[in-house]
């Protein structure tokens, strides 16, 4: 009986004794860079004032402070001078403090005299030391961008960095990317409708980041067009009808200007006839699943349209399918920009992309084609400026690794006439059960709209925890 | 820090050493494997427990033998072994469910004591194997063909009913165990391979009370393969798991009354199980700025409880009724924890925490028979009620990001009469109406007939039907964009299931006992109608709904035999099937038959004079077919795709010491060391067969030492 006792207490010290489990494992030693966020800053003659950013590599463990020097060339400190900064850097030194838990900071530089036509003017800031009020076993450490050079004249950036503001999951905005000035410009993806051509052709283009549709119609008489007419012609004009004639009702994917789902305006009106425009959607406002994106809200509706020429001017007819009266708008071409835009929620022109050489690429949701399937709304689309200039291609990290690129290695040929020479292939598609993710074996060679050859690396399609639209990239000129 | 294999036989041969010590006392006479053969008795589906022999259905019967000598701790550690059903583990999410005749779990209904288990995704179905604790666990009874007469909807494929223990021959038992696995080659005291320790309690106060109580710990630390774990910095696929760890704890409790006329138990169950699952897919998030990353990866913790009552009442009413009423509440619910993890700094960050799935309700089942005095006729009059509460979140479907929360009542009754006409022949009707809140009245018919042939022939026909009840999947599904428009259907019906079973069987054996032979025949076609299936309802533009459109069908036959000789035990089956699906909801469809092979075998031998029994399992999945379009020719055509057939050997070696209170048991599972089976796929490049995408089965060969104290007072 005792001997039973033992065992069973035997059995129970296992049972206890096994039920421990050992600890996480411990955190690594974390180092704290902070680095300028480009090593390249450059004013144009309108430019008279930028915010330098900072960015670190984690969450600032504790308030502290970036001690910042710099060195000039013809170009003196001071509020009567070339340049100041805030905070002040009188002393050739500036402290720009920040806060725990910020993940960068900046300072600002005022430029005061421009540069002298045809000579040099600029200054090199230099990060020298980083305070911290409690490290929190972190290790400060300056790495990477250390050195920031400030012109005081246009220079193409020779390096830099880019977070397009894609809006996350919704994608609200299509984002208009200069690389050689390191801007960007955005405007919300529904804020327009039809795009009217500013060079010799008069052509119009549709929003396919909204993912429109258009069907020439047999009729030239706007308000003779009666919902009857089109009833059985509007589920067939869509995007992502999996037909593949469906490709007809949407603009040329490679961004040829010939393409456009809209024939070429005539200037014999009986040539132009009425067409059965769906307007796709709104931008959407519900949060998809982690990882996932929501681009489309309501849809927008219908409208019917017609285009004719005045002169070099477009008229642009339009109407909802029930009315049996219509508006009509002179539209003229504006120099400078590709198109003019207009939308039919503002019944006005809006501003939508930069002059025609001041951007490179568009992040954008896009119509594109599946062979064989028609037409298919796709997220997270890069479009090069195509009618600006600008082409782009694919190399596998395979071929070339992305660091060893160099302007040797550019193939002309390569370059695709076809604005989507990144398109898609930036990121892996997913599929059921796999959420599209970065694609890490590819980089990308970029001429842009001033003849600039740029290498592009894409560093994120989802932010830090995941939610889609926040993409970023580097890119370094050749 | 895996160990190799020779280590590990090192480590086990010095435990082996360790309680050799211990002295050998003569073994406790046990009956002889052909006589306990003999006393196989079995609950499901019979109007009263009886033997197997008589019974009208053919039950194939898991006895708790097997289940120790394959140290099985869950019903996934010893299923593998069953002719015609075939395992499904699924490595992602860490469950594993039953195939049985080609039909997934949710044709098939898995019930304890004859009322159904519940889980986060149905009643009795869809069951994840590895959730099924058989530490209390009696035996386990397999009827294949549609049960919807005694089991309702949902048991199309057949069912399983897990008979757990209620008595005892000692005042006072206790037993704890402990359980050391590898998982494939990786094992490490705490961080690697699968540890169990077990302790169960039971005392019998009286001739009519009996209690017992049982606690488990099981923890399958998961397995890595080429994975690197939850702390690998790199997008290379790597990081993660292969098989997902998984924690269980299941406490478990019965109080069993048995008066003369009147019998009562009340068993309860909690189970509480966390799955971890590291993506393999890790944001590097690469600064160019700072030139350092810093990794982030998002992943899911996945817990589970499950709560079961159950309440028996049965005995005898006006001297002649018998009664036999259970009534249950059961409810498992699935959370999810999701969060972010930052791989360097160790650190979560957006975490969010919400129920995944859940199903919880009322259940209850009764049964009245004998109103006749008869010998020759029985009647039994049943209902069966459950009112289930069942809610699906926006992450476990694609509900247009709604979560889905439905209540599904059923009120089923049925009846069953049992006819002798002379000593040979005996037949049994029965037939059940299922009213529902959901669907429109269905019903299951059976009958099956029992003929007893000169020189101890037995042929049992067996005719069912079950239907299936539509998924929430099914029901809810809502994937409507730009480019899609995938729709469930609320108007589906069930499926209708209808199975036909033959069974020819004889016992061979001689006057004195001294051998024993069961030779069985069996043929059967099963059935499947309105199946549910995702089709095209608009060519342009394209849309997908589920309707009712296909059809399954499939007919086999098998050959099993089970010899016992002295103290040897033989069993050994054979199975050859086929397949044929119409769909009806493809453009175009190949509805050949496409047929398998199964073979099953059991090889036990024990050596009494050293209390050791040797034993040996093996299965053989012969190669699969499915139908696979090739588009790569001119004209595209059906072609057959294979999937390579495998085996599966377990073994283990049982000792026992101190009479009979020491149990030491070594052994191995998988000896055939599978992990992957090819399948053939059909691509660009026509078609051919591709390793690297092969199905995912085991996780190699493992061992297994099971230590076990027996104190009977």
Same mark, same amino acid.
Do not use: C, M
């Given at each position: 009986m005792k001997n039973n006792f033992l065992y069973t207490l035997a059995f129970a010290f296992i049972l206890i004794g096994a039920s421990c489990s050992d600890d996480e494992g411990g955190s690594v030693q974390q180092d704290f860079v902070v680095a300028f966020q480009n090593p390249s800053l450059s004013f144009d003659t309108s430019d008279t004032q930028k915010e330098v950013n900072l960015v670190f590599?984690?969450?600032?463990?504790s308030d502290g402070t970036v001690a910042i020097t710099y060195t000039t060339d013809n170009a003196v400190y001071g509020s009567d001078a070339d340049f100041t900064t805030v905070p002040d850097g009188a002393s050739g030194q500036l402290m720009v403090g920040f806060t725990g838990g910020a993940s960068g900071t900046s300072f600002t530089f005022n430029k005061l005299q421009d540069a002298i036509e045809g000579a040099s003017k600029g200054v090199n800031f230099t990060l020298s030391a980083i305070s911290l009020t409690d490290s929190n076993g972190t290790t400060p450490t300056i790495q990477g961008n250390t050195q920031l050079a400030v012109s005081f004249t246009e220079t193409a950036a020779p390096a830099g960095t880019t977070s397009p503001e894609?809006?996350?999951?919704?994608?609200?905005n299509q984002v208009y990317v200069d690389l050689s000035s390191l801007t960007q410009t955005t405007a919300k993806r529904?804020?327009?409708d039809l795009g009217f051509y500013n060079g010799d052709a008069f052509r119009v283009t549709i929003n396919g980041s909204i993912f429109m549709a258009v069907a020439a119609l047999e009729s030239t008489d706007i308000d003779a067009v009666t919902p009857t007419d089109v009833e059985a012609l509007q589920p067939q004009v869509? +995007?992502?009808?999996?037909?593949?004639?469906?490709?007809?009702?949407?603009?040329a994917v490679t961004g040829d200007?010939?393409?456009?789902?809209?024939a070429a305006i005539s200037e014999?009106?009986?040539d132009n006839p009425v067409y059965l425009v769906n307007l796709g959607f709104e931008v959407g406002t519900d949060t998809p699943?982690?990882?996932?994106?929501?681009?489309?809200?309501e849809a927008r509706g219908w409208k019917k349209i017609r285009i004719l020429r005045s002169g070099s001017d477009y008229v642009l007819q339009y109407a909802d399918l029930e009315a049996s009266t219509h508006e009509e708008v002179t539209i003229s071409k504006t120099a400078g920009y590709l198109f003019t835009f207009f939308s039919f929620n503002t019944e006005d022109l809006v501003d939508v992309q930069?002059?025609?050489?001041?951007?490179?690429?568009n992040f954008t949701a896009f119509t594109n084609e599946i062979e064989g399937f028609g037409s298919y709304g796709y997220a997270d689309f890069i479009t090069t400026n195509l009618l600006g200039g600008a082409v782009a291609y694919a190399v596998e990290t395979a071929t070339k690794a992305y660091a060893e690129f160099?302007?040797?290695?550019?193939?002309?040929?390569?370059?695709?006439?076809?604005?989507?020479?990144?398109g898609s292939n930036w990121r892996n598609g997913g599929g059921p059960g796999t959420l599209p993710s970065l694609k890490d074996d590819v980089f990308f060679v970029l001429k842009d709209t001033d003849g600039n050859l740029y290498k592009i690396r894409f560093?994120?399609? +989802?932010?830090?925890?995941? +939610?889609?639209?926040y993409p970023a990239f580097e890119f370094e000129l050749l | 820090m895996s160990l190799n294999k020779n280590k590990f036989f090192i480590y086990f041969s010095t435990f082996f050493c360790f309680v050799g010590f211990s002295q050998e006392t003569p073994r406790v006479e046990i009956d002889s494997m052909a006589m306990q053969n003999l006393k196989e008795v079995v609950v499901t589906g019979?109007?009263?427990?009886?033997s197997v022999d008589k019974s009208v259905f053919e039950v194939k019967v898991i006895s708790r033998e097997t289940l120790d000598r394959l140290a099985g701790n869950t019903l996934a550690d010893v299923l593998?072994?069953?002719?015609n059903i075939n395992i499904q583990p699924n490595p992602s999410t860490g469950k594993s469910s039953v195939q049985l005749f080609g039909l997934d779990g949710q044709y098939f209904k898995i019930l304890v004591d004859n009322i159904p288990l519940i889980n986060d995704e149905g009643l009795g179905n869809?069951?994840?194997?590895?959730?099924?604790?058989?530490?209390?666990?009696?035996q386990v009874e397999i009827v294949e063909g549609s049960m919807g007469v005694q089991y309702?909807?949902?048991?199309v494929s057949g069912i399983i009913n897990i008979i757990t223990r209620k008595d005892s021959d000692h005042k006072w038992e206790i037993t704890p165990y402990v359980q050391e696995e590898t998982i494939g080659n990786e094992y490490g005291f705490f961080d690697q391979g699968r540890h169990i320790q077990s302790l169960s309690l039971g005392h019998r106060f009286s001739d009519q009370w009996y209690v017992n109580g049982n606690l488990t710990h099981n923890d399958f630390? @998961?397995?890595l393969n080429d994975r690197e774990g939850q702390?690998?910095?790199?997008?290379?696929?790597?990081? @993660?798991?292969?098989w997902l760890p998984k924690l269980q704890y299941s406490g478990k409790g019965l109080v069993n009354y048995s008066g003369k006329n009147f019998k009562s138990f009340y068993r309860m169950e909690y189970f509480d199980e966390r799955v971890e699952r590291y993506d393999?897919?890790?944001?590097?998030?690469?600064?160019p700025s700072t030139q350092t990353s810093n990794p982030t990866a998002t992943d899911e913790v996945f817990t589970s409880k499950r709560f079961y009552n159950h309440l028996n009442l049965s005995g005898k009413l006006l001297k002649t009724l018998n009664y036999d009423i259970s009534a249950s509440y059961q409810q498992q619910k699935r959370n999810v924890e999701q969060y972010n993890y930052r791989i360097n700094a160790r650190e979560k960050f957006d975490v969010n925490s919400q129920e995944y799935e859940s199903r919880k309700g009322i259940y209850s089942r009764g049964t009245v028979n004998?109103?006749?005095?008869?010998?020759k006729v029985s009647l039994q009059l049943g209902y069966e009620l459950s009112n289930i509460n069942g809610y699906s979140s926006a992450l476990a479907g694609t509900f247009d990001g709604d979560n889905i929360e439905r209540r599904l009542e059923a009120y089923d009754a049925f009846a069953t009469t049992e006819i002798e006409l002379g000593k040979r022949f005996s037949f049994r009707p029965g037939t059940r109406a299922m009213f529902s809140s959901q669907f429109k009245t269905q019903m299951a018919h059976s009958l099956s007939a029992k003929y007893n042939f000169d020189k101890g022939y037995q042929l049992r026909a067996v005719l069912g039907t079950s239907p299936r009840n539509p998924n929430f999947d099914e029901l809810f599904t809502y994937f409507v964009d730009v480019n899609h428009d995938v729709q469930g259907n609320i108007d589906l019906k069930p499926e209708r299931g209808v199975s036909t079973f033959l069974h020819l069987k004889k016992n061979f054996f001689p006057e004195n006992l001294g051998w024993r032979l069961s030779s069985k025949i069996s043929a059967w076609y099963l059935n499947v109608d309105d199946r549910i299936e995702l089709t095209i309802v608009n060519e342009s533009p394209l849309a997908f709904q589920y309707n009712n459109i296909d059809e399954y069908r499939t007919w086999g036959t098998s050959l099993t035999n089970k010899l016992a000789y002295g103290d040897l035990q033989l069993d050994l089956g054979l199975s050859f099937s086929g397949e044929s699906k119409?769909?009806?909801?493809?453009d175009s469809f190949n509805d050949d038959y496409l047929y398998a092979l199964q073979l099953s075998s059991n090889f036990s031998y024990q050596f009494p004079r050293i209390n050791t029994t040797f034993s040996l399992f093996f299965k053989y999945n012969g190669p699969q077919y499915q139908f696979v379009l090739d588009?790569?020719?001119?004209d595209p055509s059906f072609v057959r795709a294979k999937q390579e057939g495998y085996g599966w050997m377990d073994g283990s070696i049982k000792k026992t010491f101190m009479n009979d209170k020491l149990h030491l048991t070594l052994g191995a599972r998988n000896l055939l060391d599978i992990s992957r089976i090819n399948t053939q796929t059909v691509n660009s490049g026509g078609t051919h067969s591709s390793p690297n995408n092969g199905l995912l089965i085991g996780y190699g060969r493992s061992f297994f030492v099971k230590l076990l104290y027996n104190l009977n007072i």
């Open positions: 590599s984690t969450a600032a463990p894609v809006g996350g999951p919704n994608e609200d529904d804020s327009w869509a +995007v992502g009808t999996f037909d593949a004639a469906n490709i007809d009702y949407v603009d200007l010939e393409g456009t789902a809209i014999t009106d009986a699943d982690l990882g996932g994106v929501a681009l489309n809200g930069p002059l025609s050489d001041r951007w490179d690429l160099t302007a040797a290695d550019v193939v002309e040929a390569s370059f695709l006439d076809d604005q989507r020479g990144i560093t994120a399609l +989802v932010d830090e925890g995941g +939610v889609r639209g | 019979q109007i009263n427990k009886q593998n072994q069953s002719l869809n069951t994840d194997l590895t959730q099924i604790n058989l530490d209390d666990i009696e309702g909807s949902n048991a630390t @998961g397995y702390y690998h910095p790199l997008n290379d696929g790597r990081r @993660g798991y292969e393999s897919l890790v944001r590097e998030n690469f600064n004998d109103f006749f005095k008869s010998e119409v769909l009806n909801s493809q588009t790569n020719q001119d």
